[in-house]
């Protein structure tokens, strides 16, 4: 055999390796046994985890990105095979989660042909991926699948799908790894402006009643230190959307409350009364907003997002702050005065009082029965202090999100934006 010369199923695995991957999730079939058959030879380095549904496996592979900050990885083969994958990308994709996708797809010479289990899974899922490709020939496996884990990790997170043919799989080409740096024409990481900082900090040490808005950018960004600095130092109450809730311990004494439709009474009231908001990593979507409208109209809006997309796209902001905001908050930090805001924190304070009042029964109830709220008492009780949280979607996941003690990093995995049932246990 001429060195370095690999099936394309192998150099599959073999970049999947070059990778970090340590885990696989997955259904196998036609389109896509030629990577299985590889997958064999290399089962030492890799675990792969059967599950009895597509869909099931992508949902574990996003539980699995969420948990460890990896990307998560999925084999299925074409037609219905790669078609039960649409529900876990949307959910991926807005909830910013890094996952790469690979299915197994018909020869190509069968393309177009309506052959057996083909669907153009390009098309179909370009709405739902934050970059997709298919692949034709084998001397182009390597580099389109690190290019997909490059897209799918930097940046905004969010998923990546590689539809790679039958021929491609089974004919040989040379195999050569080189981490991939960088990307013409994306660029993941904006300069952050120092001029924005500036100006930020202004209307910050100006404020009276400001609250600090904590999303999963803060997670992704590994920002939880920064932001606890930052609050620590500016003494402004802090409040979370669902899948923020973590970024900050629910024990912090500035820590107030889940924000939105679900969520707990004191920020939702108080959101309108307050003179700055400062959003981080999150997008003011409708179930934190409600009629936007009406929504804090008295409140210059800071936002600090990698994602330019998400600025002014809801909710129009005063200044903001493009980037990475495990940075961002960094330098805004060393210029924000220190300040107790005690008038302002009593308030939250004294509308959570009101809100305990009011949700005793539920969780002392009178009778011999057992409520949500009962059950998350106890749960906090006896839980560990790294515990991770998994719900699935509707009312259980709102009760928990608002009464769970989230005490360590990554500890909520749930489905957010899209709500999809079935994301708790996947099969």
Known sequence: MIKNIFLGSEIVIKTLLN????????????????????????????????????????????????????????????????????????????DST???????????????????????????????????????KSINICKYIQKGFFIAKNGRLGPVLIDITKDA????????????????????YPIIKKKEIIKAAKIINRSIKPIVFAGQGVIIANAEKELEKFIDKTGIPIACTLLGLGSISTKHTLYVGMLGMHGNYSPNVLTNKSDVIIAIGMRFDDRVTGNINKYAKQAKIIHLDIDSNEINKNISCYIS??????????????????????????????LNKKEKIVIKKDLFPI??????????????????????????????????ARYFNFSCKRSQITSGGLGTMGFALPL
């Open 19 to 94: 990778e970090n991957v340590k885990y696989i999730f997955g259904y196998p079939g036609g389109a896509i046994m030629p990577i299985y058959d590889s997958l064999y030879y290399y089962k030492d380095h890799i675990k792969h985890i059967l599950m009895r549904h597509e869909q099931g496996a992508i949902h574990a592979a996003q539980g699995y990105a969420r948990a460890t900050g990896c990307v998560g990885v999925c084999f299925t083969t074409s037609g219905p095979g790669a078609t039960n994958l649409i529900t876990g990308l949307a959910d991926a994709l807005i």
């Open 169 to 188: 799989q089974l004919n040989m080409s040379r195999f050569n790894f080189s981490k991939l740096k960088k990307i013409n024409n994306f660029n993941p």
């Open 321 to 350: 702050i493009i980037g990475n905001c495990k940075t961002s908050l960094k330098r805004l930090t060393k210029l924000v005065y220190k300040n107790n805001h005690i008038s302002w924190k009593k308030r939250f304070f004294l």
């Open 98 to 136: 890094p996952i790469v996708c690979i299915t197994g797809q018909v020869s190509s010479h069968l393309l177009g042909t309506d052959a057996f289990q083909e669907t153009n899974i390009i098309d179909i899922s370009i709405p739902v991926t934050k970059w997709n490709i298919q692949i034709l």
């Open 367 to 400: 009778k011999k029965t057992i409520t949500m709220g009962e059950v998350i008492k106890y749960i906090n009780l006896y839980k560990k202090k790294n515990s991770i949280l998994i719900t699935d979607v509707e009312q259980h996941q709102m009760i928990a």
